[in-house]
């Protein structure tokens, strides 16, 4: 029998058959830029403290910690807060993209990749084990994946990471860039990798610009496939799971 970790957003949850994402999942969360991908996995965050009573872990690879708390702060989420409560744990993980050379470990010399991969997921089950987390938000993938250019160390590297989280026992959103912002496009590495795949998308009709939330995948939930309109209100995201978009 799966567990569920509910997302606390009513219409992502009704899209899961009302109960949410299967706890211990790691979900990609793919999007362009400005569509709120970090803002859903905060919401997803905040949501577990507050609603939930579970705490949570946000790994930054690339943004400011000061600037997305800031930013946060316009929907009333006051990560400072949790953080001092040590309901939230905030890892500024950008400083591993600037090691270059090999790392000795002992007697042994490994390269600066492997070398993120490890120091990446053992910060992540040292903060896990701290704080007793439940959920783990890391932001972004792409930054990561970017070291690694050719597809077949790519996707060894993007596998490791993924069963580094996993076995944190972490409901985790993995967020990274989308490829290409359509309907029709080409499946990205990390999507057949993943547990689940949710897409947050920005297209233009006739009548004007529309946010669209989609679950691609989530392994083993009848979940709703249909594309469904979402909007970015004061209170942070809000899908309308019996609207169309098209």
């Known amino acids: 029998m799966l567990e569920y970790t509910p997302t606390g957003i009513d219409g992502i949850d009704a899209m899961l058959e009302g109960r949410g994402i299967p706890s211990g999942y790691v979900v990609l969360v793919l999007g362009s830029p400005g569509c709120g991908k970090t803002t859903l996995g905060v919401q997803f965050l905040y949501n577990g403290v507050v609603k939930f009573n579970e705490n949570g872990i946000l790994v930054l690879l690339e943004e400011d910690p000061g600037m997305v708390k800031s930013n946060m702060l316009r929907f009333g989420w006051n ?61 972004s993938l792409s930054t990561f994946t970017l070291q690694y250019p050719r597809a077949a160390e790519r996707r060894e590297a ?57 679950i691609e995948k989530m392994r083993g939930v009848n979940h709703d496939v249909q594309p469904r309109p979402f909007k970015i209100t004061q209170n942070g995201i809000v899908v309308f799971p019996s609207e169309v978009v098209f």
């Open 79 to 139: 990560l400072d807060k949790l953080e001092e409560e040590g309901r939230i744990a905030i890892v500024d993980a950008s400083p591993i993209r600037f090691i270059t050379k090999g790392i000795k470990l002992g007697e042994t010399t490994i390269g600066s990749k492997e070398f993120r991969v490890i120091s990446l997921i053992e910060r992540i089950k040292a903060e896990s084990e701290r704080l007793k987390a439940k959920r783990l938000v890391v932001d």
């Open 158 to 214: 993007i596998l490791n990471l993924i069963q580094g989280i996993a076995s944190t026992g972490c409901t985790t959103l993995l967020i990274s860039e989308l490829a290409r912002s359509t309907i029709e496009r080409k499946y990205q590495i990390e999507e057949y990798l993943a547990h689940g795949v949710m897409l947050l998308q920005r297209l233009i009709r006739a009548d004007g610009v529309v946010h669209v939330f989609m």
